[in-house]
Protein backbone atom coordinates (compact mmCIF):
# COMPACT_ATOMS: atom_id res chain seq x y z
CA UNK A 1 0.00 0.00 0.00
CA UNK A 2 0.92 3.19 -0.66
CA UNK A 3 0.85 6.18 1.82
CA UNK A 4 -1.81 7.99 0.15
CA UNK A 5 -3.43 4.52 0.48
CA UNK A 6 -3.13 4.20 3.61
CA UNK A 7 -4.26 7.91 4.99
CA UNK A 8 -7.30 7.24 2.36
CA UNK A 9 -8.40 4.03 4.64
CA UNK A 10 -7.19 5.83 7.87
CA UNK A 11 -10.16 8.31 7.33
CA UNK A 12 -12.45 5.84 6.30
CA UNK A 13 -11.95 4.70 9.59
CA UNK A 14 -12.25 7.60 10.94
CA UNK A 15 -8.85 7.52 12.61
CA UNK A 16 -7.78 10.86 13.78
CA UNK A 17 -4.28 12.02 13.86
CA UNK A 18 -4.87 15.52 13.37
CA UNK A 19 -1.64 17.60 12.03
CA UNK A 20 0.57 15.14 14.50
CA UNK A 21 3.22 13.67 12.34
CA UNK A 22 4.80 10.85 14.90
CA UNK A 23 1.03 10.06 14.92
CA UNK A 24 0.46 9.54 11.01
CA UNK A 25 3.77 7.36 10.72
CA UNK A 26 2.74 5.00 13.76
CA UNK A 27 -0.47 4.87 11.53
CA UNK A 28 1.54 3.67 8.26
CA UNK A 29 3.93 2.11 9.94
CA UNK A 30 0.61 -0.59 11.27
CA UNK A 31 -0.41 -0.44 8.35
CA UNK A 32 2.28 -1.64 6.24
CA UNK A 33 2.88 -4.31 9.15
CA UNK A 34 -0.74 -5.92 8.53
CA UNK A 35 -0.51 -5.87 4.84
CA UNK A 36 3.36 -7.88 5.44
CA UNK A 37 1.31 -10.58 7.68
CA UNK A 38 -1.45 -11.04 5.11
CA UNK A 39 0.63 -11.01 2.15
CA UNK A 40 3.03 -13.67 4.02
CA UNK A 41 -0.20 -16.24 5.01
CA UNK A 42 -1.07 -16.15 1.23
CA UNK A 43 2.27 -16.75 -0.10
CA UNK A 44 2.53 -19.96 2.64
CA UNK A 45 -0.81 -21.14 1.86
CA UNK A 46 0.87 -21.27 -2.20
CA UNK A 47 3.67 -23.02 -0.33
CA UNK A 48 1.16 -25.40 1.05
CA UNK A 49 -0.55 -26.06 -1.75
CA UNK A 50 2.61 -26.26 -3.79
CA UNK A 51 4.05 -28.72 -1.33
CA UNK A 52 1.23 -30.85 -0.49
CA UNK A 53 -1.52 -30.88 -3.31
CA UNK A 54 -0.02 -30.32 -6.71
CA UNK A 55 3.29 -29.36 -7.07
CA UNK A 56 2.83 -26.72 -10.00
CA UNK A 57 5.45 -23.97 -11.02
CA UNK A 58 2.46 -21.67 -11.44
CA UNK A 59 1.63 -22.25 -7.41
CA UNK A 60 5.56 -21.96 -6.64
CA UNK A 61 5.51 -18.54 -8.61
CA UNK A 62 2.57 -16.82 -7.03
CA UNK A 63 3.79 -17.55 -3.59
CA UNK A 64 7.27 -15.43 -4.82
CA UNK A 65 5.10 -13.00 -6.33
CA UNK A 66 3.24 -12.17 -3.68
CA UNK A 67 6.37 -11.77 -1.64
CA UNK A 68 8.18 -9.82 -3.72
CA UNK A 69 4.96 -7.06 -3.37
CA UNK A 70 6.60 -5.98 -0.01
CA UNK A 71 10.02 -5.45 -1.74
CA UNK A 72 8.01 -2.65 -3.98
Same mark, same amino acid.
Given at each position: ?? /?EEIIERARKAKLSYGSDLHVLRSVIT?? /?LVAEKEREECAE?????YNNIVADDHIKNMAFKIRARGQE
Open positions: MT /KFA /KLCDYV
